[in-house]
């Protein structure tokens, strides 16, 4: 027998491979669907790729890719049966076959035991060999087997992402040097010293410096100027404004080109009057909570309709989603995206198409993890009733067993978090996150991988109309910019219970003078009117530049919308800063309607009357230490020349290395190769490097669009990708780009008020005139958001209509900071409110609306 299965082995050899280190071996799920060891089929996982694929979907790897031999593994579990003393400790054989294999559901282990069970299965015979069989095969397979079954988890390498636990202590954390130079960090209002960058915004912790950082992979980020900083000063630790909580802060070492930990950070940061000490306590149970918690275990039973008796409901569409430990903002997002029809059809509705067109490795595509995710709450697999017989057993055992018994398995998001978080530095970790933030970033990475096929994302794109006037002139600017969400303030001034709430802070300070307990608190009840009234009152423009007085001056914005979206999502500005730095939730509550009209808010254009700003750029300032000497240092400008070198050796002529370090803004060397591969082709590419002479400050953008900027004639292809994901034509992107300096938010500015010449002039007198908000959008059905974004449109795809609303979902948080805490989510769904919390999902009797803290709303038909 032994010699036979030899010889069966033989032509399968070469594709069988030993697990190396840095391998990751799927041995608990699968990668187009949540089956795993414990499902009806059991698990096959590869033993050449070690990608695991349930029983549906093995098949087509074979097909694919000619890989014969799987490993299949299978746990059985079933229920102890009880003796007199209660039962035994679980028995469990061939315990080392799954040594590292997580248990795929919620249950008590002392009252279950189960059997594993592996065997390898030869395509597309499917013959079975039992395993161990250590003495009748090869020594080579023997091995192979013996890796996969003891390998860990493929996501152990990734759960220690979390800061705390990778990352070391710099070699600058104790000695760091801070300068007495006065300054003091504000809690909010942060932008880029050298831009005008507000986002990746790095806090230098030896001088104070507030400077952006480089593009992340997803494309936000900034222009480098943390980097250059550290270049021209040696300065090397700095903390990302938007990360410090009690726990501690994101910190970057330039010197040591990577993430590390600061033990003094709360020192440091003192230096610059960011006080860390006076922030929330942890509570036992691991989530933050202030000093005075009742208002938040209020808010905890309220949001999770705790007390009450909510019938749980199965199917399609009824599948909840696991927590893998402060996850709850990815399945609430995940829940609501996929109740809307065009992520439901982009997705599940395409899924044999994405699942037969998926690349080798599945887990780290995109389109095929959501079309997974997708089937998964869709479908109603993962969430069936239990059955009548195991009822009636469970009133025979334990009545109140009954109720928790009903709760389904739910599907776990591990894969795809895995893969959407990778390279982020917030969602990498293991903490809670912003449920809008990760919106908006999952938005980013939809339309990143939708190019040239349908935009589910197009049903949240709207423009706003941006009116800017000088005051002194009274001129005004017209300007139009893409949002996805309304960010709605919160009065506090016109709750409905100010005096309420007078006397409460009144009777807290005394409370606090006399070290009594504090009283109860009073939540602020705000008019959902007054918030929508605050968004659309005029605001002051900081360092507001007047073109007509070539001067800054003051400057007033007010914003309404150019275009009405299909669905509009509406944030509540929950969260905010103290004077201390202290992250504080404020204890609200919103009389949010079902029903919203926004149509008196529809963007008017240029009024008869009104006269517009010159449409002249402002000067581009150098550094004083530069200014002197700019004329000159164009002949011998800064370049990394070890970046340079390093791609020299690679092959590349000199001095297009040299181009390529140069145009990309002395980035690295990765940016500076990603230039090469996109300019090989160009007749100048070995040319010397040519710079334009430096241009007198202020000149008019139309006469200076291509000496705007020192970087050259070529934009950083991320910024190019944003644009063009948007729909803007990709030349006219790249003049938007080289005219506001590579600064995204200006470039879109500039895209709206600089139509592209070819255009007809209908379209360009549109542009000066009041414009028709159908000529911006795709009206007419789906297919239009399938065009390509290089088409000729002055703008990005969006789907405008009537501003009449309906509320069909919103989620909640609970906790005193977004880096802490839960989210609940509730979808209106066959006219039900339905929570879904966790793997738990209800129907609600009460649904908090007027405490959530991010709303959807579907447009209502015309009709």
């Not at 013996?146 to 996501?155: F, K, T």
Request: proline share 7%; with cysteine.
């Amino acid at each position: 027998m032994a010699a036979d299965l030899g010889e069966l082995l033989v032509p399968y050899m070469p594709t069988v491979r030993v697990p190396k280190t840095g391998d990751r071996v799927f041995k608990s799920e699968c990668a187009f669907s949540f089956d795993s060891p414990e499902s009806e089929g059991g698990l096959y996982v590869c033993m050449n790729t070690f990608l695991g694929f349930g029983r549906e979907h093995v098949e087509r790897h074979y097909r694919k890719t000619g890989q014969s031999v799987y490993m299949h593994l299978k746990r059985h579990v079933k229920e102890k049966a009880t003796g007199a003393a209660g039962g035994a400790i679980p028995r469990r054989r061939n315990g080392k076959v799954f040594l590292d294999l997580e248990l795929n559901r919620d249950f008590n282990g002392e009252d279950y035991e189960y059997e594993d069970e592996a065997k390898l299965v030869i395509f597309p015979d499917h013959f079975e060999i039992p395993l161990p069989n250590i003495e009748e095969l090869p020594a080579l397979v023997t091995i192979a087997c013996d890796a996969v079954l003891n390998a860990p988890s493929a996501y152990k390498k990734q759960e220690p992402e979390s800061w705390e636990e990778e990352i070391q202590v710099s070699r600058h954390a104790r000695s760091l040097r801070q300068l007495d130079n006065g300054v003091r960090i504000p809690p909010s209002g942060w932008k880029c010293q050298k831009c005008e960058m507000r986002e990746n915004l790095w806090l230098n912790l030896t001088d104070g410096s507030v400077l952006c950082g480089k593009w992340f992979f997803d494309g936000s980020g900034g222009n480098g100027h943390a980097l250059e900083h550290y270049r021209e000063t040696n300065y090397p630790l700095a903390v990302k404004l938007d990360t410090i909580t009690p726990d501690g802060a994101d910190v970057y070492s330039f010197e040591e080109e990577e993430a590390v930990l600061d033990p003094h950070i709360s020192e440091h940061l003192s230096h610059f009057g960011i006080d860390m000490l006076q922030m929330q306590k942890r509570t036992e149970n691991g989530h933050h909570t202030d000093n005075n918690s009742r208002p938040r275990v209020s808010e905890w039973e309220v949001i999770q309709e705790s007390g009450m008796k909510l019938k749980a409901v199965f199917g399609s569409g009824y599948t909840g989603i696991k927590n893998l430990v402060n996850s709850s903002y990815v399945s609430t997002v995940l829940q609501v995206l996929f109740s809307i029809p065009d992520f439901q059809r982009m997705y599940v509705g395409n899924l044999q198409r994405i699942f037969d067109y998926s690349p080798l490795d599945p887990t780290q595509d995109f389109a095929t993890q959501m079309a997974k995710l997708g089937h998964g709450l869709l479908s109603g697999q993962y969430s069936k009733p239990p059955m009548k017989s195991e009822l009636i057993e469970q009133v025979m055992k334990e009545e109140h067993k009954v109720l928790n018994g009903h709760q389904q398995r739910g599907i776990s998001p591990r894969m795809f978090k895995s893969l959407v978080s990778r390279g982020h530095p917030e969602f990498s970790s293991n903490r809670q996150q912003d449920a809008h933030e990760f919106l908006l970033h999952l938005i980013n990475l939809v339309e990143r991988n939708s190019a040239g096929s349908e935009n589910p994302s197009d049903v949240f794109r709207f423009l706003v109309e941006e009116r800017v006037q000088c005051c002194q002139t009274r001129l005004v600017r017209y300007t139009q910019r893409v949002d996805y969400c309304i960010q709605l303030p919160t009065p506090i001034e016109a709750a409905t219970n100010r005096e309420e709430l007078l006397a409460y802070e009144a009777k807290r300070k005394e409370a606090e003078e006399n070290m009594q307990a504090p009283p109860e608190p009073v939540r602020a009840r705000i008019p959902f009117t007054a918030c929508l009234q605050a968004f659309t009152e005029p605001e002051n423009v900081p360092d507001f530049w007047s073109s007509a007085l070539q001067a800054k001056s003051a400057g007033v914005k007010t914003s309404r919308f150019a275009s009405f979206p299909e669905y509009m999502v509406v944030q509540i500005k929950k969260f905010t800063f103290g004077v201390d730095w202290v992250p504080k939730k404020l204890d609200l509550a919103i009389d949010v309607p079902d029903f919203l009209d926004l149509s008196r808010l529809r963007a008017t254009g240029l009024q008869a009357g009104e006269e517009e700003l010159p449409d002249l750029m402002p000067p581009i300032v150098l550094p004083e230490d530069t200014r002197d000497n700019s004329m000159s240092s164009t002949d011998s400008p800064e370049i990394d020349e070890a970046a340079v070198m390093q791609l020299a050796e690679m092959g590349f002529p000199l001095e297009a290395c040299r181009k390529a370090v140069y145009y990309t803004g002395n980035m690295g060397p990765e940016m500076a190769f990603n230039w090469i591969i996109a300019h090989m082709e160009e007749p100048d590419f070995a040319e010397p490097l040519n710079l334009p002479s430096m241009m007198d400050p202020g000149p008019p953008a139309s006469d200076s669009t291509l000496g705007a900027t020192p970087l050259g004639n070529s934009p950083p292809e991320e910024s190019i990708a944003i644009l063009t994901s948007m729909g803007f034509p990709r030349s006219h992107s790249i003049n938007a780009l080289k005219a506001t300096n590579n600064n995204l938010e200006r470039a879109l500015d500039w895209i709206f008020t600089h139509p592209e010449e070819e255009e007809s002039d209908a379209l360009s007198d549109m542009a000066d005139t009041e414009p028709n908000y159908n000529a911006f959008s795709n009206t007419n059905s789906h297919s239009d958001s399938t065009l390509s974004p290089d088409r000729d449109m002055s703008g990005p795809r969006v789907k405008d209509g009537p501003g009449r609303y309906e509320l069909f979902a919103f989620i909640s948080h609970m906790g005193a900071s977004t880096m802490s805490g839960h989210y609940v989510c509730h979808i209106k769904k066959e006219g039900r409110w339905v929570i879904y919390n966790d793997h738990k999902v209800c129907l609600s009797e009460r649904p908090p609306k007027d405490l959530g803290y991010i709303y959807f709303y579907h447009r209502l038909s015309s009709s």
